[in-house]
């Protein structure tokens, strides 16, 4: 089902100025990043804005700045400086389409969680001129429900979302991520031959740079610790390779700046891929860039285990499909997309 963006309505009324606020951290409340609460409290205002006002120092926490990322403990005392926001208005509806794709999308649930086979193209949030995301459609189709995204996945991205469905849920995962307790592994097509077998990318990343007024991820010596895990699964050709990757580490755009980093871009990504090997594969039925979370595991604090797992959307099986049958054709050497068509076996992740 196409993604329906509803684009963002022009105000009626002008900003007003907030007086300076200060609330004290709740023990539901405790776990959340900085930047998160802020943005919660402050609704109407841009993401974007919360940032700088956070990074500026005019955010306080117990009387001292803190960065964004900042977990907040029980009785922290929080200060929020006079801010510019709209008027409260009555808040839209996402589209009737948007609601049935998150509702078809839901694969899991339990007490706790709410586990989704997120469609690309639609992204977890809403923000950067979209009303509505994966999190606020969620929140529509159930109102009488605290939810809130457990992590994020890039918008053109496929895959395993988890949702927990209370606080303390969304804590103690918050926790075993930070400690590295819970293993993501993505599946994605990359250009070339993968000669590097099993191979571990221990790059730092810089995630606060623009071009443009982009965000743009980079390798960077200055960056935070980055650390990925790739394998070949299938080869196709010298042309390109079908990997899977285990995160070490969650920065913003991991995969894709690894990769790139390592000369075997992800195919399909507009950012930071090659746009010709994009090109030379739109042939085989490439539409979107071919990165998908296909499974998600850890073992609960208070014990038993949990996974999630699912399978290459249609589009994405295709493709490979197609590179099978056309690349044996070619003898293992350029892409082809002429010929007749045969299918070939898709591979399938340990």
């Known amino acids: ?39 919660r409290l402050l609704a109407g205002v841009p993401r974007s804005r919360v940032y700088r006002v956070i990074r500026k120092g005019e955010v306080r926490v117990n009387g001292r700045r803190a960065g964004p990322e900042t977990r907040l403990k029980p009785h922290d005392r929080i200060r929020i400086p006079p801010v510019r926001v709209l008027p409260h208005t009555e808040p839209g509806k996402p589209s009737p389409q948007l609601c049935a794709s998150i509702a078809k999308a839901i694969v899991y649930e339990d007490a706790r969680l709410l586990g989704l086979d997120k469609p690309a193209g639609i992204a977890v949030h809403g923000g950067s001129g979209l009303s509505f995301g994966v999190i606020e459609t969620l929140r529509t189709l159930r109102p009488d429900e605290s939810l809130e995204l457990v992590h994020r996945l890039d918008r053109d991205t496929s895959g395993c979302l988890l949702i927990a469905r209370d606080a303390a849920t969304l804590r103690g995962l918050h926790a075993l991520m930070r400690e590295g307790g819970v293993e993501k592994r993505y599946l994605a097509l990359v250009r070339g031959k993968w000669e590097l077998g099993a191979k571990r990318i221990d790059i730092p990343l810089r995630t606060d740079t623009r071009v443009g007024g982009e965000r743009t991820v980079r390798a960077a010596s200055s960056g935070k610790p980055s650390v990925s895990e790739f394998r070949p699964v299938q080869f196709f050709g010298r042309a390109a390779t079908l990997v899977e990757v285990r995160l070490r580490t969650g920065r913003t755009h991991q995969i894709r700046v690894h990769a790139q980093h390592a000369a075997h871009p992800v195919a399909g990504d507009d950012k930071y891929g090659d746009p010709a090997f994009n090109e030379e594969l739109r042939p085989f039925g490439l539409g979107r860039m071919f990165l998908h979370a296909h499974s998600l595991s850890f073992a609960w604090p208070q014990g038993g285990e949990f996974s999630l797992s699912t399978p290459l959307p249609p589009e994405l099986a295709h493709v490979l499909d197609e590179l099978g049958a056309r690349t044996e054709r070619a003898g293992g050497g350029k892409l082809r997309a002429d010929g007749n068509q045969r299918r070939a076996a898709r591979p399938r992740a340990r």
Do not use: C, K
């Not at 509803?6 to 004290?24: C, G, K, N, S, W």
């Open 1 to 39: 089902m196409p993604y329906v963006e509803d684009p963002l309505e022009e105000p009626d009324a002008r900003p007003i100025r907030t007086e300076v606020q200060h609330f004290e951290v709740s023990a539901e409340e405790a776990g959340q990043r900085l930047d998160n609460y802020v943005h």
